[in-house]
């Protein structure tokens, strides 16, 4: 949609933000982690131009794509050289500088996580949360807190995230509440709520917006949840599907 808008208008400088851009269509809104998956995992840091045979790399602290771009000239790089030529672009700037503050922290808890220090990413992610709260990163902490074994913190966090989606009254709901919805009756089994998961399960299973037929069965077929199923948590920076 951003590069249809700029049309031939299109510059270096706005790919770059393009890039890095953080507006969520479907909330209206800056998001710091939504369903593009660059925007938590720092995928997209190259942009290239063939035509001028120019091309801009971010270059800095994580999250990278937020940083500087520098400009390398391609036929330098051919013959040999460096290729870089002096000229930095800067990267998406938030409307909001607490969502830029907070979006810092969620990567820096993202990288503490997978260096095996939980403990201190749930800390930043904590952080995170009170600069600008996002539903998925309460369901992240959930997740962590599963691995701890508290489960209770987890409930928390999940009915926070789940409360966040339905206090927005949405026409739609997402894939992102049907997730926090399936891990807070799970999380429910967990503290041996069997009555309060299943009514959990249930909703999920017939909710008219829920689209992931995936999603649906798992909901149907749903079981007493038990703590064998929390070891199955490799990634707690991501969703359902990595864990079925």
């Known amino acids: 949609n951003l590069l249809t808008a700029a049309g031939s208008d299109l510059e270096p400088a706005k790919a770059v933000t393009f890039l890095s851009d953080h507006w969520d269509e479907f909330w209206g809104e800056e998001k710091i982690c ?3 998956v660059s925007q938590t995992y720092n995928i997209q840091s ?3 131009d063939t035509e001028r045979m120019k091309a801009w790399m971010a270059e800095g602290e994580a999250p990278i794509h937020l940083r500087q771009y520098v400009e390398l000239d391609l036929g330098q790089i051919f013959s040999g050289s460096e290729g870089k030529t002096g000229v930095r672009l800067p990267g998406y700037q938030f409307r909001d500088p607490k969502k830029r503050v907070a979006k810092e922290r969620f990567i820096i808890s993202f990288v503490e996580a997978f260096s095996g220090r939980e403990e201190e990413a749930s800390k930043n992610l904590i952080q995170a949360l009170a600069d600008d709260f996002f539903p998925e990163g309460a369901q992240i902490l959930a997740m962590l807190s599963w691995k701890k074994g508290d489960f209770p913190h987890a409930r928390d966090w999940l009915e926070k995230s789940k409360t966040w989606f339905e206090g927005r009254n949405p026409s739609k709901f997402p894939p992102e509440y049907f997730e926090a919805s399936l891990f807070l009756a799970r999380t429910q089994d967990l503290l041996g709520k069997r009555s309060q998961a299943v009514r959990g399960y249930q ?5 008219k917006d829920l689209e992931d037929e995936n999603l649906r069965r798992l909901a149907k ?9 929390v070891r199955r948590i490799v990634m707690p920076y991501s969703s359902y599907i990595p864990f079925e």
């Open 34 to 36: 939504n369903r593009v």
């Open 46 to 48: 190259l942009c290239l």
């Open 203 to 207: 909703a999920v299973a017939g909710h």
């Open 221 to 229: 077929r749903e079981g007493p949840f038990r703590p064998a199923g």
